[in-house]
């Protein structure tokens, strides 16, 4: 049975038993901080658990697509070196919300094992919580299986909670015996253990509480069940395998990855577990670049980053020498295409952003194994095993080894790494924290809120801007609950029933006004506290605000107008996108204001000038075509199948509203748009930057923005034409004249600063008469000076001179320009393994307020404090002897 039947044959399972199936959720967890990743079935459904949502359906089935890389649930450094643990898989799950509980959940999960998947009976073991009885009896005396068959464990394996908060229970599992010739012994210690005889198909989670941040368990409005059954587990089983890497899931990878090692796997060595490594992680980097993650240093990006790197130094050990992961990419596309059909659609986009960073981390790897190897002879010249905290940070810092190379580096060495060390360097370095995440004060502010969960608010927007006698049924102040809202305060008010739109999906939320017979309030925002329940942020202008008042509630149609221009412009600008790029354009985020409009994308390179225009003109053309949009609620499953783009970073409930203009575009969307695209009278972009590798964002304006933008540019041009004496049609030619001109007098001024810089062999300078600092520290030849009036170019060209010259030392120098003061560093290869120019120029580049960067022989830096220019070169010195041990 191969892996896309077993997904079918479980789904199927469950929809006769009447479940309802729910697509996967993406590998972004929407609305939970708690959590980096999505890592169980259940984190699209928690709301659901904690009773603060209600769907039409009380029973779902789902695949879903997991991480297990971060946080308390973090399978890394098991990869590879088991057969059954992965960084990406997919969970199979079946959930009931208050509908069935223990009972028929055993039975479920036995019928479909045995009945329909055809496990043997006998190599079955069940495993419950300590002192859950029920579950023991049920499995016992109602399925059947002989009590010698049913162990008893602790919270450590049979209570499952998702993370450190959220909901949690009691938790029984299905575990199955590949073979007592893996490893004999008694059942119940090598599950314990985790074995590789034993294998955990599936963990059935009766859930019943939920944990707050003080571990405090909290009864759940009804009991739930939640389980997971790992996909490439049962695959396995199901293909008489002993291993998941040996099912059609991972076997292409490990064949092609085989192929270009050009090595035979199995081969019983270390390398097997290379080949693993790179076909796991391969899988995990495809999702999470596919589902919008782009590598950065911080929060997910940088969990990519670790993946790719780490994937590539598996390569290395192999005896692969060049980026080949990108390859790998499109092997990936095929082997899940049945279940994720996306993927194909993005296979060019993914291996290029994978191997941008392939390329990236190879330029830095070879320089930053010659200093590891330096690290290690110092440390065990010393007779120490651990590796020092700074040294490790700098590897970080300066070559971009993420801190688990590192560890895994010193590993292959029997050393260890100073990680608190390092933690402090990096607190120190950076100013900032390592991740983005504040979980645990974005749930305190949830908590607030959870008075309000039984309420539930009619959203009237696409009906109405305006409500009569509308009642206040809750209000708010500092994040507390409170009877009145006095003149002058600010606070909450929620409402039985709004006309205002709540910020979501990118679009601002609407502003306006509340009256009533005892006060009156200005709306600042609208927002969802949770799910279908809209907080206004009020400043009350008159009066007392208490529930129970009866208001009238209007919002500000006149902006809500040119948010809606904006809106539906995003769409055009999407599918334009599509059309000119290609259909890997995905939405990557966004942002609707009644001013701009923001469009983040994914497309790896910068849009060519052709393109640009292209884009606009599209967009223009559907403007003056006057296409009716046309919208309707629908299931998401329906929607999707019309066609209907999905955001991947939006979540969705069962109804989704469908946004379609012509055959143009069609979009999930609940934000607000024009009637007719000839509303929105004209588009323009403003710039398109990058915001991140592999992803992009455009700026534009619509309606009088527009016009205003156009105006603008009409009143630059008319003040040129005035002040260069020429008229329109001969501004570029005019202008090309002077920036002849310019640049001929700047290569004289040029030739000037260098013949008057140079004149005294640059003992020392005949522009501003500073003396070179010319020392030897620790062995090392160092040049330091100041030469004002040469440009950044300038102090290049001299540093390289001064370089050639000495042979072998590190060369340093500064300048002060009208308005900014500007450092180079430069270092002969011979010294790069102990000083980098780039770490020297991360130093002393805040001095001068600029930041800087560069490779471990060049780096230089800008910066406005230019006072401060020559306290940062008198620096150089002590750095060196620092940086020279």
């Keep these: 049975m191969k892996a896309q039947r077993v997904r079918e044959t479980f789904l199927q399972y469950f929809a006769d038993r009447g479940h309802k199936v729910v697509r996967s959720s993406p590998l972004l967890p929407k609305d939970d901080p708690t959590i980096l990743f999505t890592n169980a079935g259940m984190n699209q459904f928690k709301s659901l658990f904690l009773g603060l949502e209600k769907r039409s359906y009380k029973r779902a089935a789902t695949v879903q697509k997991c991480m297990r890389v971060s946080g308390k649930h973090n399978d890394l450094e098991t990869v590879g070196r088991t057969a059954k643990h992965h960084t990406f898989f997919e969970m199979l799950g079946n959930f009931s919300f208050g509908d069935y509980f223990k009972r028929e959940a055993v039975g479920f999960a036995w019928e479909l094992v045995t009945g329909v998947f055809g496990l043997p009976a006998d190599r079955l073991y069940a495993t419950v919580y300590l002192d859950d009885d029920e579950a023991f009896r049920i499995w016992a005396d109602e399925v059947g299986v002989p009590k010698k068959r049913i162990f008893r464990y602790g919270k450590k394996d049979n209570f499952w909670a998702m993370g450190d908060t959220g909901p949690c229970g009691p938790c029984s599992e299905l575990h199955y015996d590949l073979g007592e010739d893996i490893e004999p012994g008694d059942p119940f210690a090598l599950i314990e253990k985790g074995s590789d005889r034993f294998l955990e198909l599936w963990n059935l989670v009766f859930m019943e509480f939920d944990q707050d941040e003080k571990g405090v368990l909290r009864p759940l409005p009804s009991p739930s069940i939640d389980t997971g059954m790992g996909l490439e587990r049962m695959a396995a089983v199901v293909q008489g395998k002993r291993s998941n890497f040996d099912t059609d899931l991972f076997a292409p990878l490990i064949e092609s990855a085989s192929e270009l090692a050009k090595r035979e796997y199995p081969a019983g060595d270390e390398g097997d577990v290379s080949i693993r490594i790179i076909a796991d992680h391969i899988r995990a980097v495809t999702f999470l670049i596919c589902d919008g993650v782009t590598p950065a240093n911080d929060g997910r990006g940088y969990v990519l980053r670790r993946l790719i790197r780490r994937a590539c130094r598996q390569g290395n050990l192999i005896g692969i020498d060049r980026p080949f992961l990108y390859g790998l990419v499109g092997r990936v596309g095929d082997i899940m295409k049945d279940a994720y059909p996306e993927l194909l659609v993005s296979v060019e986009y993914i291996s290029k952003v994978c191997l941008s960073e392939e390329e990236r981390f190879s330029f830095t790897l070879s320089s930053g194994l010659r200093y590891f190897d330096q690290v290690v002879r110092e440390t065990r010249d010393q007779g120490g095993a651990v590796l020092p905290g700074d040294k490790i940070f700098k590897l970080y810092d300066t070559f971009g080894f993420p801190l688990d190379l590192s560890q895994e580096l010193a590993r292959e060495k029997s050393l260890t790494v100073d990680e608190p060390g390092f933690g402090r360097e990096l607190e120190e370095q950076k100013q900032r924290a390592r991740l983005s995440w504040k979980g645990d004060a974005k749930r305190k502010e949830k908590l607030a809120y959870e008075v309000f969960k039984d309420l539930k608010v009619r959203s009237r927007v696409h009906e109405a801007g305006a409500l009569m006698d509308i009642r206040v049924t809750g209000l708010l102040k500092d994040g507390r609950r409170t009877e009145v809202l006095r003149a002058g305060e600010t606070g909450e008010v929620i409402l039985e029933e709004t006309p205002f739109y709540a910020e979501a999906g990118g679009q601002v939320g609407d502003t306006g006004s509340l009256k009533g017979a005892r006060f009156s309030a200005i709306v600042e925002n609208a927002f969802y506290i949770m799910p279908e329940i809209v907080a206004h942020g009020v400043k009350v202008l008159s009066g007392e605000a208490r529930e129970g ?16 221009n904006n809106h539906t412009a995003t769409h055009l600008l999407h599918a334009a996108l599509r059309q000119v790029l290609g259909d890997h354009v995905k939405q990557a985020g966004s942002l609707v204001a009644p001013t701009r409009l923001r469009f983040d994308f994914t497309h790896f390179a910068a849009l060519s000038r052709e393109e640009l225009k292209r884009v606009e003109e599209i967009v223009n053309e559907k403007v003056r075509a006057d296409i009716p949009l046309e919208t309707r609620t629908t299931s998401i499953e329906e929607g999707i199948r019309e066609g209907a783009m999905a955001i991947f970073e939006e979540k969705y409930g069962e109804s ?64 040129l034409e005035k002040g260069l004496g020429v008229s329109r049609k001969d501004l570029p030619t005019r202008v090309d004249k002077l920036l002849s001109r310019a640049e001929e007098l700047e290569r004289e001024n040029r030739g000037l600063r260098k013949k008057m810089a140079a004149g005294t062999g640059a003992e020392r300078s005949s522009v501003d008469g500073r003396t070179a600092v010319k020392t030897t520290v620790k062995g090392v030849n160092v040049h330091v000076q100041r030469i004002d009036g040469l440009t950044i170019a300038e102090l290049r060209d001299m540093a390289d001179s001064l370089k050639q010259k000495m042979a072998s030392g590190v060369v340093v120098l500064g300048a002060a320009g009208p308005d900014k003061a500007f450092v180079v560093v430069s270092v002969t290869k011979d010294l790069t393994v102990r000083i980098q120019a780039c770490a020297l120029i991360k130093e002393i580049a805040p001095v001068i307020g600029g930041g800087g960067g560069g490779r471990p022989d060049f780096a230089q830096s800008g910066g406005s404090r230019i006072g401060e220019l020559d306290n940062a070169l008198g620096l150089i010195p002590g750095l060196v002897e620092r940086l020279a041990i």
């Design 656 to 719: 989704v509203r469908v946004v379609g203009i012509g055959d143009f575009s069609k979009e999930l969307c609940g934000g607000v748009h024009v009637h007719a695209t000839g509303e929105i009278g004209v588009f323009k972009i403003l710039s398109e930057t990058s915001v991140a590798s592999g992803m992009r964002r455009i700026e534009a304006v619509t309606g009088e923005g527009a016009y205003l933008y156009i105006r603008e540019l009409e009143d630059l041009v008319s003040g």
């Design 549 to 564: 008042d009866r208001v009238d509630a209007a919002a500000d149609l006149v902006r809500r107008q040119a948010i809606s």
